[in-house]
């Protein structure tokens, strides 16, 4: 496994837990408002972080932490991320995975392993509006709504989620979000906030994109509730 980046302790990044997170290069997406351009873009430019140097951090933080999140990038198009997960859970850990969902089948395995507590899976936007929030002409959702629905059905604690982007999203995307995912045990929208390793100042093509106010997502969320058993904002002052 090619671990690019470690942080230590995280309060946020796997909710009721005590965790660490690490970082995994490449994606299959070239999402604008991506904050992680240099991972995602250039991940072979990036510093290396040996894969028993995590171990032996995880090894002396046992009775520490509680879980580890994986994340990206896109976790799901490593090779090896199923060994990675298993020697996690080897040493005691609960693990989240952070996902595009565009690779349901090592969903499937991973879960009917036991090698998974929890999943994000990071919704773009509507289906007929994926492209264009993701940076892909034409991109197909197939895989996103098999991952999707997969979640829905299966036995295991999920999130869907949205980085929320004016320019990007609006409330009729919301409400077809809603739609498409009535049901689903969580949802939460993140906010969007300009930075200099988007993914957007790599393109040729410059969009405006901007964030959202409290205010605004507020109203989001009233729009989402009735379609969710939970919903929420998050990276909100």
């Known amino acids: 496994m090619t671990i690019h980046g470690l942080n230590k302790l995280t309060l946020l990044d796997y909710p009721g837990f005590m965790g660490c997170t690490v970082f995994t290069g490449h994606c299959n997406m070239r999402c ?3 904050h992680n351009a240099p991972l995602v873009l250039f991940p072979e ?3 290396e ?4 140097e995590f171990f032996d951090f995880l090894r002396k933080r046992r009775g520490l932490l509680e ?3 994986v ?3 896109e976790p799901t198009l490593a090779p090896d991320l199923l060994s990675f997960l298993e020697k996690i859970k080897s040493l005691g850990y609960r693990i989240k995975l952070d996902t595009n969902g565009t690779n349901p089948s090592l969903l499937r395995e991973a879960v009917a392993e036991g090698l998974l507590d929890y999943i994000a899976m990071d919704i773009k936007s509507s289906l007929p509006h994926y492209a ?3 940076g892909i002409p034409d991109f197909c959702t197939d895989t ?3 991952s999707a629905s997969f979640l829905m059905d299966a036995d295991i604690p999920y999130e869907f989620r949205t980085t929320t982007v004016r320019g990007l999203h609006d409330a009729g995307i919301f409400s077809a979000i809603g739609g498409w995912l009535h ?3 969580a949802y939460y929208l993140q906010a969007f906030y300009p930075g200099e390793d988007l993914i957007l100042n790599f393109q040729e093509t410059k969009k405006e994109l901007s964030t959202f106010t409290k205010g605004e997502l507020n109203a989001f969320l009233a729009l989402l509730a009735p379609y969710f058993n939970t919903v929420g904002l998050r990276g909100i002052d």
């Open 32 to 34: 604008p408002f991506c």
């Open 45 to 47: 430019t990036q510093t």
């Open 49 to 52: 972080l040996p894969a028993e």
């Open 67 to 69: 879980g580890v999140c």
């Open 71 to 73: 994340t990206g990038g």
């Open 132 to 134: 264009a929030a993701v």
């Open 144 to 146: 996103v709504q098999e």
């Open 183 to 185: 049901g689903a045990r």
